[in-house]
């Protein structure tokens, strides 16, 4: 009875993405079985509720149906936020980041049901292995001693302060890492272990010309609208 109710919410929300994002139907069905997932089988044995690959071209509705399933997930009452919190491995380089890539995702945890990866595909190699911690714990422990103040987390060279921050946990979280590579491109950047750790491999389907003219009337339109 309870696997019947979550088939017609999906089956609502496949609806109402399909209305939005046009000339993907395979690919939102695949995105609405992936984050109906954790409601059907639980989630995952490192605590998270999916893990999730999205491979596709620029402008094939990879991000804009991302929005639109927070938003519809967050109206049916299946998730605690709208917002998606968004962390760019373009951002992140050298050890001069570290922090910032820290408090970054302790934001995304506050903030967001749902944390997208955006450009794993040029994530820095001293950043996958903590990318790839998260993706396979669930969590990542933190080789610096933080603090928090004022609900900011800091760092702090204080080894005798109260309430540390050891580790970030995504316990329940949707972790979506978004690509324009293909899956076996990919491989060849974060390795087996990252892409076997991920519960669903999405690819939007490449666009011709016409389709893109359509979409590209279409959101005009919208904004249109909106002025």
Do not use: M
Not at 10 to 26: A, H, P, R
């Amino acid at each position: 009875e309870k696997t019947e109710l979550w088939n017609q919410k999906f089956e609502q929300i496949i609806q109402s993405i399909k209305l939005k994002v046009n000339n993907q139907d395979d690919f939102i069905n695949n995105l609405c079985k992936a984050f109906k997932r954790p409601f059907v089988s639980g989630q995952q044995r490192n605590g998270t509720n999916s893990t999730i690959l999205i491979c596709g071209s620029s402008y094939t509705g990879r991000h804009s149906s991302l929005n639109t399933i927070a938003q519809l997930l967050f109206d049916q009452k299946l998730i605690t936020s709208s917002s998606i919190s968004t962390i760019d491995l373009e951002k992140y380089s050298g050890k001069e980041d570290e922090n910032n890539f820290v408090v970054d995702l302790y934001s995304s945890i506050n903030n967001s049901s749902i944390i997208v990866f955006d450009n794993i595909d040029v994530i820095s190699p001293s950043y996958l292995n903590y990318v790839e911690e998260i993706l396979v714990d669930g969590k990542l422990s933190l080789n610096k001693r933080y603090v928090l103040n004022k609900g900011l987390l800091t760092e702090t060279s204080n080894s005798l302060v109260k309430n540390a921050v050891s580790e970030l946990n995504f316990k329940g979280k949707y972790l979506v890492f978004v690509t324009t590579l293909k899956p076996n491109k990919l491989l060849n950047v974060v390795g087996s272990r990252f892409i076997n750790s991920i519960t669903d491999s999405i690819t939007t389907k490449d666009l011709d010309n016409d389709e893109i003219v359509d979409i590209t009337r279409n959101k005009f339109a919208d904004l249109r609208k909106k002025c």
